[in-house]
């Protein structure tokens, strides 16, 4: 006897919160989550949300009663198979996702530096300088470093987002 079970669903190209939608209108369990990020675009820092998993949704189906429901839902483009057999997903790994979202979203965590640690700025006005990890400032969104010269080094704060290890 079959029970329902998470599938993975692949979606059409941006698809994944319509597909989520008209699933559960039909009382079928989906799961989309999504990715809160910062990325520097146009001079400034904004504020990104997009799917975790972009093309794929997860989905909590009966294999066999429910399975033309969601093959043939709008958005949707195909059930993940191997060989014609779809492959139920386990249930801690759902759950291990689910844990780290807040309403559907989870935030991608800070990249944490050292003191000392060697830097170098991916983007900005200083893109390509390299430089020294000195600091966190108040907020955790901007950080200290020296910034690297031919025969100094001056200090500079700068969002943390534009730099990466060396």
């Known amino acids: 006897m079959h029970t329902r079970q998470w599938y993975v669903v692949n979606t059409k190209a941006r698809n994944e919160e319509r597909s989520a939608v008209n699933l559960a209108q039909g009382g079928i369990e989906v799961l989309a989550p999504k990715l809160r990020f910062r990325r520097w675009k146009e001079g400034k820092f904004t504020e990104i949300?997009?799917?975790?998993?972009?093309?794929?949704?997860f989905v909590r189906f009966h294999p066999v009663d429910e399975y033309r429901l969601v093959k043939y839902t709008r958005g949707i483009k195909t059930i993940v198979n191997f060989n014609g057999r779809?492959?139920?997903?386990?249930?801690?790994l759902i759950?291990?996702?689910?844990?780290?979202?807040?309403?559907g979203v989870a935030t991608v965590e800070r990249k944490t530096y050292e003191k000392g640690e060697k830097i170098i700025i991916q983007e900005g006005p200083f893109k390509g300088?390299?430089?020294?990890?000195?600091?966190?400032?108040?907020?955790?969104?901007?950080?200290?470093?020296?910034?690297?010269?031919?025969?100094?080094c001056a200090r500079m704060e700068i969002d943390r987002e534009l730099i990466a290890k060396a």
């Open 129 to 152: 300088f390299s430089g020294i990890f000195e600091k966190e400032l108040d907020g955790k969104e901007r950080i200290a470093i020296l910034l690297e010269g031919v025969d100094y």
């Open 49 to 57: 949300i997009e799917p975790m998993f972009p093309g794929y949704i």
């Open 95 to 103: 759950e291990f996702i689910k844990g780290r979202l807040v309403e």
């Open 86 to 92: 779809m492959v139920p997903l386990q249930d801690n």
